[in-house]
């Protein structure tokens, strides 16, 4: 009887034990990410301007850490400043966000947005703005918008759409 008892007990614990042991369930969820895109151009500008210089902006925000990754390219200038501005499309703003690196492709990444400004990236109110010698005020320019503001799991694809 003894040993019967001392096998269940035994049993018990490597039971406990390996159930204890995997962590399997994948409690943690992925990381909810929103993707803007925008087209760079000096017709973008306010005012507009003839240059011939383009670029694309592709901004990833990660809803949980509340930062974002942002890439951008562009042919045809020579960039004196870079960065992205608050305002909707049609309007100046000011610089929220100055590049510090202007090579192309532009990488840059945020600090965690507060509530004010993750609400304006959520309306599209950012915009990516190049300056150039010959255009200080702004050679090009591309407002951000996103195709999928509920965003997309991480690694789950999908998340954006072009602009």
């Not at 018990?12 to 962590?23: P, T």
Request: one cysteine or more; aromatic letters at 8%; hydrophobic letters at 35%.
């Amino acid at each position: 009887m003894k040993s019967l008892f001392n096998f269940s007990a035994l049993l018990l614990l490597l039971f406990i034990g390996v159930s204890c042991s995997s962590n399997d369930d994948n409690s943690s969820p992925s990381p909810i990410i929103v993707t803007f895109n925008a087209t760079l151009s000096g017709a973008s500008e306010v005012p507009a301007n003839a240059s011939t210089a383009t670029g694309t902006a592709t901004l990833s925000y990660n809803k949980t850490t509340k930062i974002f990754t942002v890439t951008v390219t562009y042919s045809g200038l020579t960039p004196t400043m870079g960065h992205i501005h608050m305002g909707a499309a049609g309007t100046n703003g000011p610089v929220i966000f100055p590049f510090s690196s202007l090579a192309s492709p532009i990488s840059y990444t945020s600090t965690a947005l507060t509530a004010a400004q993750e609400t304006d990236l959520m309306a599209n109110n950012y915009y990516v703005n190049l300056h150039s010698e010959a255009f200080s005020g702004g050679e090009i320019r591309g407002q951000l918008v996103t195709a999928n503001p509920a965003g997309s799991p991480a690694g789950g694809g999908g998340g954006g759409g072009g602009y």
